[in-house]
């Protein structure tokens, strides 16, 4: 396994092709933008080789009998499952904030188990591909993203029909060696510092889409592959020099980037689905119940340094003691337990695939998530709240540090005594960071929209059983099938 410093010099030995601001960048991974997303990344890295965590970040490979990182392991269990989500929680609480591996953990997970499928249907050798593909990347500890979003266009039109037909990632050629895939992927996670990238479709495909239906690795820096890092709500802060303003060093969200493919070649060891339309939708369906699981876990763990700052601000502003606030504060746990409580709970009723690896269950699962989608907001809203309008109004670091006036904004921002005005600034920052639109953006549309959770409950909420329920506890009679009017 790489620990966090050798995960750096790793990619520095990649030739990523990156964008930014309208400037390719020729050394990304330490541009001031992006640092603090590599360095989130690293802490994964790192707190699987400091001995400390083992049972929590490390697992055993069913494929080498090695011992390695939980970020690249199959979920061969229930345990594997409960262990996956205290890991969230854990690299949640020493970032603060998202640290991007879990997308690619979900897809390998749901890869393999789709490849099994089509195999056994089909007769391909796709499962035997990944398995070789899955274990390079666990020999050498890989980073891996995954790609499943495409820019869609006009979304009343499915892929084929779109006026572009590169609006969804697609193979443009089939060559005896593997295929040539074209198209755009977009707010894909954790790409920009990841080694290799999982493309998946995003949705199901019947017959006339089967060009749609790929899956596939390509190494980020595969010839005709591009990524346009995203922009975020403050982000000229993190260019700043001292980075007080900036709120924590660890970045907000997960670097999202676009992923232009512009005729990239795929060997076809490297290709997992091509053309099997009628299983991308189960692939689609696996990945988004595991990762949308895993915001029971990770969004806690951001939940907890985010309560922990809002208290310590309270106790600079001399207010923590006070009914209220307490209260306040016992919201936020409750909501935040609530959501971990949903993930451990889909993960102890999982259920296992043909492949051997464990799915959550999906309504749990699509339940966690659409309360994120609520509760990360509510809680925002109560650390606003506890914190006051300086959230928004705190004049500049630079302003602290000029010779004619900061001595006194210091004078002037000073809280409880015994705690220094810079601490005060910082949890401001922090909470400003961690609470603006690129996070609460992040937690409605990451691992799908609110509506996306909402089709899946319905369908797994079985509501004519329910129905079934009511009747027999009723004691109901079945109703009548309707006479045929009479003549
Ligand atoms: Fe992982 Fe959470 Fe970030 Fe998704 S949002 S990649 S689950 S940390």
Redesign the pocket.
């Known amino acids: 396994m790489k620990n966090g410093s050798q995960y750096l010099q790793s990619l520095k030995t990649l030739k990523t092709k990156v964008y930014y601001k309208g400037q390719r960048l020729k050394n990304p991974y330490d541009h001031p933008a992006i640092l603090p997303h590599v360095r989130t990344a690293g802490a994964t890295y790192d707190l699987a080789t400091d001995g400390k965590h083992d049972d929590i970040m490390t697992a055993t490979s069913s494929l080498t009998g090695e011992k390695i990182s939980r970020f690249t392991h199959l979920f061969w269990s229930v345990d594997d499952l409960v262990k996956k989500i205290a890991m ?1 929680r854990l ?2 609480q020493e970032t603060g ?7 690619g953990l ?1 897809a390998m997970n749901a890869i393999w188990s789709v490849t099994y499928d089509i195999d056994q249907a089909k007769g391909t050798d796709y499962h035997e591909r990944f398995r070789k593909y899955l274990q390079k990347v666990q020999t050498e500890d890989l980073m891996v993203a995954g790609a499943m979003t495409d820019v869609k266009g006009d979304r009343s039109l499915p892929p084929w029909k779109q006026a572009d037909p590169d609006l969804y990632v697609h193979i443009v050629e089939r060559r005896d060696g593997g295929v040539v895939i074209r198209g755009a992927k977009t707010h894909i ?2 790409v920009l510092n990841s080694h290799e990238i999982l493309v998946m479709p995003t949705l199901g495909l019947p017959p006339e889409g089967a060009d749609y239906a790929v899956t596939c690795a390509v190494p980020v820096d595969a010839p005709g592959v591009t990524l346009v890092f995203g922009r975020q709500t403050n982000d000229e802060r993190k260019e700043e020099e001292g980075g007080i303003d900036c709120g924590t060093p660890f970045g907000v ?2 670097g999202e980037c676009t992923i232009l493919f512009e005729d990239v070649f795929v060997p076809g060891e490297r290709v997992f689905m091509a053309g099997e339309g009628e299983f991308a939708g189960a692939l689609v369906e696996r990945f988004s119940s595991w ?1 949308r699981a ?2 029971g ?3 806690a ?2 939940a907890d340094v985010l309560l922990g700052a809002t208290a310590l601000l309270a106790e600079i502003h001399g207010t923590i003691a006070n009914s209220t606030v307490k209260d306040k504060l016992t919201e936020m746990i409750h909501l935040m337990e609530t959501n971990f409580a949903g993930a451990v709970g889909s993960s102890a009723l999982a259920t296992r695939l043909p492949s051997g690896n464990w799915l959550v269950d999906p309504l749990l699962a699509n339940a966690v998530k659409q309360n994120v989608t609520r509760f990360v907001y509510q809680v925002a809203r109560i650390a606003h709240d506890i914190g006051g309008g300086i959230l928004s109004t705190l004049p500049a670091d630079a302003d602290f540090k000029n010779k004619e006036i900061g001595g006194l904004l210091e004078k002037y921002f000073a809280g409880k005594d015994g705690f220094s005005t810079t601490d005060k600034r910082k949890l401001c920052r922090y909470i400003e960071g961690m609470t603006s639109v690129a996070t609460l953006v ?2 409605l549309h ?2 799908g929209s609110p509506q996306a959770q909402r089709i899946v409950m319905l369908r797994q909420g079985n509501v004519p059983g329910k129905m079934r329920m009511a009747r027999k506890v009723l004691g109901l009679a079945e109703p009548k099938a309707p006479e045929r009017s009479k003549k």
């Open positions: 969230l690299v949640g904030t998202c640290f991007q591996r879990c997308v979900d996670t954790g969200v997960g990762h895993n915001y876990g990770c969004k763990g951001n992040e937690a990451g691992a």
